[in-house]
């Protein structure tokens, strides 16, 4: 005859009265289990349908600035358009992960494409051609709400989905899609269209391919592909949760700012450097916008290829060396280059930008690490991380309405290098949990280069 354990019996009763007791916390428990076991193909739909939104909203970035000049308002007045579309963007980016978590991915997903579409018809129709100053801050401003709803909502989608042993290919994937459209491809489509339709109909351009890139997201999103957490009356109440993240995980804030510094420049320059390149040096406007193509070209194809080699050898090592120390070094010949061979080697302001492209890929690998942080709440982690792209909107045309009349482009190109020299330094500082540590030093590369800052 088979003996019967005692305290087996015991467990067992146990776990009957918590089920019987604490029915809303099991259900919670149940639900907000990980449920990473797809691959990057699995999201081709999003991926595709990201690219084609991200192309439309790139298409202004080479001509925004100088229009909105041409119409009447300064170039100090147009930073500050910049900086609020960029809090905007911030708020919008820092829910779509705490959104993604309680309500679902789909639902912030399609709340992304209204939120761009709506401001957009009303910036366009009304806006622009009355040329009213108030208006075109105000349905700007309100369009900044979109992207980030979209692109994150996305991004934390794929994060929480995809295995550990591809996230960083998977976070490459995106972050790809997304510079490609943002202003690779963007810029393409305006210097297609503007020779035969204008500013103005190149705008409305943008807008139809926004709208083809929303749809193509939405309608490939199976409506069970992501499970909303469950709220509880005792938990999480008006998302206050996010603060005691904040407070109980300070790694989930150094992430945070690393991830604001890592897009300021990209922001910062296309506010600046259009009337650098033109006015000051004396460049063609044309070698500005191969210029900018260059950047972005470059960092879409690091961005996939540093996020793959990142599995193997570091997430945090990669984006210390490559993203925070890299990056310091090359947006400073951002200035010095064009400065000192722009008309002489004009080959040199592109290989310039190839360099800055590819530091800036270095940077991939922090979509991978977040969600490791606090595994058992990755929407919240990855809100993290989004409040940190969202904050580089506003952060990076801040630092030139506030400082550039003092200390011109020099300076401000400088402080931008100092910024990414720091966020290496914040990198190294954070902490993996014990949980999450074993299980990725168990994956990568334990001889790699990086692996005095393994992880």
Same mark, same amino acid.
């Given at each position: 005859?088979?003996?019967?354990?005692?305290?087996?019996?015991?467990?067992?009763?146990?776990?009957?009265?918590?089920?019987?007791?604490?029915?809303?916390?099991? !259900?919670?428990?149940?639900?907000? &289990?990980?449920?990473?076991?797809?691959?990057?193909?699995? =999201?081709?739909?999003?991926?595709?349908?990201?690219?084609?939104?991200?192309?439309?909203?790139?298409?202004?970035?080479?001509?925004?600035?100088? =229009?909105?000049?041409?119409?009447?308002?300064?170039?100090?007045?147009?930073?500050?358009?910049?900086?609020?579309?960029?809090?905007?963007?911030?708020?919008?980016?820092?829910?779509?992960?705490?959104?993604?978590?309680?309500?679902?991915?789909?639902?912030?997903?399609?709340?992304?494409?209204?939120? $761009?579409?709506?401001?957009?018809?009303?910036?366009?129709?009304?806006?622009?051609?009355?040329?009213?100053?108030?208006?075109?801050?105000?349905?700007?401003?309100?369009?900044?709400?979109?992207?980030?709803?979209?692109?994150?909502?996305?991004?934390?989608?794929?994060?929480?989905?995809?295995?550990?042993?591809?996230?960083?290919?998977?976070?490459?994937?995106?972050?790809?899609?997304?510079?490609?459209?943002?202003?690779?491809?963007?810029?393409?489509?305006?210097?297609?269209? &503007?020779?035969?339709?204008?500013?103005?109909?190149? =705008?409305?351009?943008?807008?139809?391919?926004?709208?083809?890139?929303?749809?193509?997201?939405?309608?490939?999103?199976?409506?069970?592909?992501?499970?909303?957490?469950? &709220?509880?009356?005792?938990?999480? *109440?008006? =998302?206050?949760?996010?603060?005691?993240?904040?407070?109980?995980?300070?790694?989930?804030?150094?992430?945070?700012?690393?991830?604001?510094?890592? !897009?300021?420049?990209?922001?910062?320059?296309?506010?600046?450097?259009?009337?650098?390149?033109?006015?000051?040096?004396?460049?063609?406007?044309?070698?500005?916008?191969?210029?900018?193509?260059?950047?972005?070209?470059?960092?879409?194809?690091?961005?996939?290829?540093?996020?793959?080699?990142?599995?193997?050898?570091?997430?945090?090592?990669?984006?210390?060396?490559?993203?925070?120390?890299?990056?310091?070094?090359?947006?400073?010949?951002?200035? $010095?280059?064009?400065?000192?061979?722009?008309?002489?080697?004009?080959?040199? #302001?592109?290989?310039?930008?190839?360099?800055?492209?590819?530091?800036?890929?270095?940077?991939?690998?922090? !979509?991978?690490?977040?969600?490791?942080?606090?595994?058992?709440?990755?929407?919240?982690?990855?809100?993290?991380?989004?409040?940190?792209?969202?904050?580089?909107?506003?952060?990076?045309?801040?630092?030139?309405?506030?400082?550039?009349?003092? #200390?011109?482009?020099?300076?401000?190109?400088?402080?931008?290098?100092?910024?990414?020299? #720091? !966020?290496?330094?914040?990198?190294?500082?954070?902490?993996?949990?014990?949980?999450?540590?074993?299980?990725?030093?168990? *994956?990568?590369?334990?001889?790699?280069?990086?692996?005095?800052?393994? &992880?």
């Amino acid at each position: 005859m088979k003996m019967v354990d005692p305290q087996q019996i015991i467990r067992l009763h146990a776990m009957r009265l918590i089920r019987k007791f604490q029915p809303e916390r099991n !259900s919670l428990m149940v639900q907000s &289990l990980p449920q990473a076991g797809k691959t990057p193909r699995d =999201f081709g739909m999003q991926y595709l349908g990201l690219l084609f939104f991200m192309i439309g909203d790139g298409v202004e970035v080479g001509y925004l600035s100088p =229009f909105l000049v041409s119409s009447g308002i300064s170039e100090h007045q147009v930073a500050f358009i910049f900086t609020l579309y960029g809090f905007a963007a911030a708020i919008s980016a820092w829910g779509a992960g705490l959104l993604c978590e309680y309500a679902g991915c789909r639902k912030v997903i399609i709340a992304g494409v209204v939120l $761009w579409v709506v401001p957009q018809v009303l910036f366009l129709a009304w806006a622009l051609p009355s040329h009213t100053a108030w208006g075109i801050l105000l349905t700007y401003s309100i369009r900044g709400f979109g992207y980030p709803l979209l692109a994150y909502g996305i991004l934390t989608l794929i994060v929480k989905e995809v295995s550990a042993e591809q996230r960083g290919l998977a976070s490459g994937i995106f972050w790809f899609c997304f510079t490609c459209g943002l202003p690779t491809l963007g810029t393409v489509v305006a210097a297609a269209s &503007l020779p035969i339709l204008g500013e103005y109909l190149t =705008f409305w351009v943008a807008l139809g391919v926004v709208i083809l890139g929303g749809s193509l997201s939405v309608i490939a999103l199976p409506n069970n592909s992501d499970q909303p957490k469950a &709220l509880s009356i005792h938990q999480d *109440r008006h =998302f206050l949760q996010f603060l005691k993240d904040g407070y109980a995980y300070p790694s989930l804030l150094l992430v945070c700012i690393i991830r604001a510094i890592n !897009s300021a420049a990209t922001h910062g320059i296309i506010v600046f450097m259009p009337f650098y390149f033109v006015q000051t040096l004396g460049l063609s406007n044309e070698l500005w916008i191969h210029f900018l193509e260059t950047i972005f070209a470059s960092n879409i194809v690091f961005n996939v290829l540093l996020g793959a080699v990142s599995d193997r050898l570091s997430w945090r090592g990669t984006v210390l060396w490559a993203g925070g120390i890299g990056s310091s070094f090359a947006c400073a010949l951002l200035y $010095w280059v064009p400065a000192l061979y722009g008309h002489s080697h004009p080959w040199s #302001v592109y290989v310039a930008a190839i360099l800055f492209g590819l530091t800036l890929a270095g940077y991939v690998p922090l !979509s991978a690490l977040t969600p490791s942080l606090l595994p058992e709440k990755k929407g919240v982690a990855m809100s993290f991380l989004n409040l940190g792209a969202g904050c580089s909107v506003w952060l990076g045309p801040l630092i030139v309405y506030i400082f550039q009349p003092f #200390v011109g482009v020099a300076g401000v190109i400088h402080i931008y290098a100092f910024l990414f020299f #720091v !966020s290496g330094i914040l990198v190294s500082l954070i902490k993996i949990p014990p949980q999450s540590a074993g299980r990725i030093l168990h *994956r990568q590369n334990s001889s790699s280069i990086f692996s005095p800052m393994q &992880l």
